[in-house]
């Protein structure tokens, strides 16, 4: 059974990177700029954008991160999206989800413009990365894909069971795996919460995704021996034992699983990271797009 190591991967795209922005900057080019919008104090969320600014900086990207508070009106945050849409000086920004209730999360999303939506939730680069136009693809699926490449994981002819049909997860990698490219020419099966016989659909995968957010919820009868599975779940769960107590929780129970596999992705350390290497790489080609 291979660990299919997110952290080291992602570790050596920054290194890759690092080269590429060094170059530019040798050559008296621009460095790609990421701005980052957190609204609020969820502590995942300031998590994950403090590991996007720390991976920017070690990239040698420029970065910002706007704050507010979760009292934001929806109309202040939706001027903030219209200056950085205008701004020159930026290339590409997030928006940090989930957000507070009262603001409209789709309604953020289009009013982002897709040239700077490097997270790919833009309806124009969904419909981009359908019909294989340029484009941004969402970091999860684009870095479990990258994760896969990197592997050299056979995907080709194999049958691919996603479970979870997120709009940022569980569908765009859905369509990526079905795609005719490498990795891709899967035989895709996009399984969800009204699925029946999920434990048959799920025995029947050569790869199997979990993307349900659901602590444990692929368990050892329900996974193929041999197959490859990727863990997209990162569920913090109370533990009184561990100092800040909690624990990051996989969607997998991964100590009854991993010995069936051939391939598993490990929480922490296997998509979370790669998500982020992604974001990174998003980040570079918004600049390139736009010809600088
Ligand atoms: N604007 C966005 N919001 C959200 C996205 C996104 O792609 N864009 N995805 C998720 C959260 N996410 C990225 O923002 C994300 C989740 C997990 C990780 C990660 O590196 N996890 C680590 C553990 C980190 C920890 O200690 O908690 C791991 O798995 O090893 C990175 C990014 C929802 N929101």
């Known amino acids: 059974m291979q660990i299919l190591n997110g952290k080291e991967t ?4 920054r ?43 070690e990239i040698g990207f420029e970065s910002t991160l706007i704050r507010y508070d979760d009292s934001i009106t929806e109309e202040t945050l939706l001027k903030k999206i219209q200056s950085l849409n205008e701004d020159k000086s930026i290339d590409g920004f997030i928006v940090q989800l989930p957000l507070p209730a009262h603001i409209d999360e789709m309604k953020v999303t289009l009013t982002i413009d897709p040239k700077k939506d490097v997270d790919g939730f833009h309806p124009i680069n969904v419909g ?3 019909l294989n136009l340029p484009g941004f693809v969402p970091a999860t699926p684009a870095g479990i894909v990258e994760l896969m490449r990197r592997y050299n994981i056979e995907t080709s002819g194999k049958n691919c069971v996603v479970v979870g049909r997120s709009n940022i997860v569980g569908t765009p990698l859905s369509l990526l795996l079905g795609k005719n490219t490498d990795p891709g020419n899967c035989t895709v099966t996009l399984a969800h919460s009204k699925s029946e016989n999920i434990k048959e659909i799920c025995l029947n995968a050569d790869i199997l995704v979990a993307a349900v957010g659901i602590p444990g919820f692929i368990t050892a009868d329900m996974v193929k021996e041999g197959a490859v599975v990727i863990d997209v779940g990162t569920t913090r769960i109370e533990d009184p034992s561990r100092e800040r107590g909690w624990r990051l929780a996989g969607d997998v129970d991964f100590k009854e699983v991993a010995p069936k596999t051939s391939a598993i992705t490990p929480v922490p350390g296997g998509v979370g990271p790669m998500t982020i290497a992604s974001l990174m790489i998003n980040t570079l080609k918004a600049m390139e797009l736009k010809g600088k």
């Open 10 to 13: 992602a570790e050596i795209i």
């Open 15 to 57: 290194k890759e990177l690092a080269i590429q922005v060094k170059e530019r900057k040798d050559a008296g080019r621009k460095i790609p700029h990421l701005a980052a919008i957190l609204v609020g104090n969820d502590g995942g969320s300031v998590t994950y954008v403090n590991n996007k600014l720390k991976s920017c900086e």
């Open 128 to 130: 981009n990365m359908m």
